[in-house]
């Protein structure tokens, strides 16, 4: 949706809501993809290094992704499909290189970043501003993995990561006010605009005439919502390949198998269920859209690590997890549970902080704990333990002492909470 260019401006009035549409969730499948390459990243050890890469390329992947979903979102109907299939090719490409990204695809995978980057924002018809989403405007973030083509390794990997901390740090730093005041600027440099001094006269040059565009939070939820599922989905796939190639069907493997998707439906349901974007316990338009975006993109790149020691723990059900799995598995939940914490605590009312700290500390403290302490434990017990944590986040609600309507469960917070909103 589009309105005139004022800071001071009104929110605009939401559209009746809308789904995603098919061309949507036919572009969507390349996350498919896109997520069981940058899983692989993490199957052998991981160590420090891996964990890097994998952080640098899917923090990549998932930019490109939501560029063209916040295209996607704001154009709505008039979103043209063949724009969608250009994306969904050259993000195909960016996952097919993945397998090699350090040794023979790296230029593939870095030209095609470049691409769709400049693609992503060639598409906003000239003088709009998407204030919601400053990437639309501010590419700075791709320049240092363009000047990487000329640079050796492995100097061009903290060219990588560079471009990818100058995309967050837009995120965090930009908000709707600046974006709007410097897309300005730059539209008065452009058109050659120097007001004189003093107050204005009639002489005074016309303002250059720039739209203003903001994201359908409503739809927008929905597609990280079904991003989430997709990502989820992954971790299904790596349990199911790994319980595949046993013959030896037994009680350890049934119960590691039935853990680690019950650990998936858990999370299915406080990131969907009990929370907002796919993040548990986020609040309906309680963040600006770029930081609820920036968080969904931290969390589901915790997921997609998940995914991979998941289908580690049933390739190991009857034996201890190699430690690099092991600790794969406690961070990725640790990290899981903090994003959680980070999205409630800030905007919690000071009545509910407490109550926050205590639904969201404890597991990421033990989850955390369980890494060095638990390296000996056999995977099954393990996955066992992170089930319980996740449990005492949907059904942990104490209610403030002889409050009326105090529930003892997620579902009675969530619904006072929906009837004070």
């Not at 998940?306 to 939940?333: E, I, N, R, Y």
Request: glycine share 10%; aromatic share 8%.
């Amino acid at each position: 949706m589009e309105q005139p260019l004022d800071p001071r401006a009104s929110p605009v009035v939401a559209e009746p809501e809308r789904h995603a549409g098919w061309n949507e969730l036919f572009f969507d499948l390349v996350v498919v993809a896109g997520a069981g390459q940058l899983a692989h990243l993490l199957h052998n050890g991981p160590h420090l290094t891996d964990l890097a890469l994998y952080g640098v390329l899917y923090l990549a992947f998932w930019t490109v992704w939501a560029g063209f979903a916040v295209y996607g979102d704001i154009a709505a109907s008039a979103t043209r499909v063949r724009t969608l299939l250009i994306a969904m090719l050259g993000m195909a490409v960016m996952a097919a290189s993945v397998h090699a990204v350090l040794t023979h695809h790296a230029v593939t995978f870095v030209v095609a970043y470049v691409l769709l980057r400049w693609h992503a924002g060639r598409v906003w018809r000239r003088g709009s501003v998407v204030a919601d989403w400053p990437l639309a405007q501010f590419g700075a973030g791709a320049l240092p993995w363009l000047v990487s083509l000329f640079v050796p390794t492995p100097w061009r990997y903290w060219l990588w990561a560079l471009g990818i901390a100058v995309d967050i740090v837009t995120l965090l730093v930009a908000t709707r006010g600046r974006t709007l005041r410097r897309a300005a600027g730059r539209a008065a440099a452009r058109r050659g605009d120097r007001p004189p001094p003093g107050p204005p006269h009639a002489s005074s040059p016309a303002p250059p005439r720039l739209s203003e565009s903001r994201i359908d939070t409503a739809h927008m939820g929905e597609r990280l919502g079904l991003y989430v599922i997709i990502v989820l989905g992954e971790g299904v796939i790596q349990i199911i390949d790994a319980a595949s190639e046993r013959d030896d069907w037994d009680l350890p493997l049934a119960a590691t198998g039935l853990g680690a998707f019950g650990l998936l439906a858990g999370i299915c349901a406080l990131s969907l269920l009990y929370g907002t974007n796919g993040i548990p316990h986020l609040r309906k338009d309680a963040l600006p859209p770029r930081l609820a975006m920036l968080l969904h993109a931290v969390m589901t790149g915790f997921l997609v690590a998940l995914a991979t020691a998941l289908g580690s723990a049933v390739a190991h059900f009857d034996d201890v997890l190699p430690k690099g799995q092991h600790w794969l598995l406690c961070g990725a939940m640790a990290g899981y549970f903090a994003a959680g914490v980070v999205a409630a605590l800030p905007l919690a009312e000071r009545a509910d902080r407490v109550w926050v700290l205590g639904w969201g500390l404890p597991c990421v403290a033990v989850a955390v704990a369980l890494a060095p302490l638990g390296v000996r434990l056999p995977a099954w017990a393990t996955i066992g333990i992170l089930v319980a944590l996740v449990c005492w986040q949907i059904l942990y609600d104490p209610g403030p002492a002889g409050a009326p309507g105090a529930g003892r469960g997620w579902g009675g917070r969530i619904r006072r909470t929906a009837r004070l909103d």
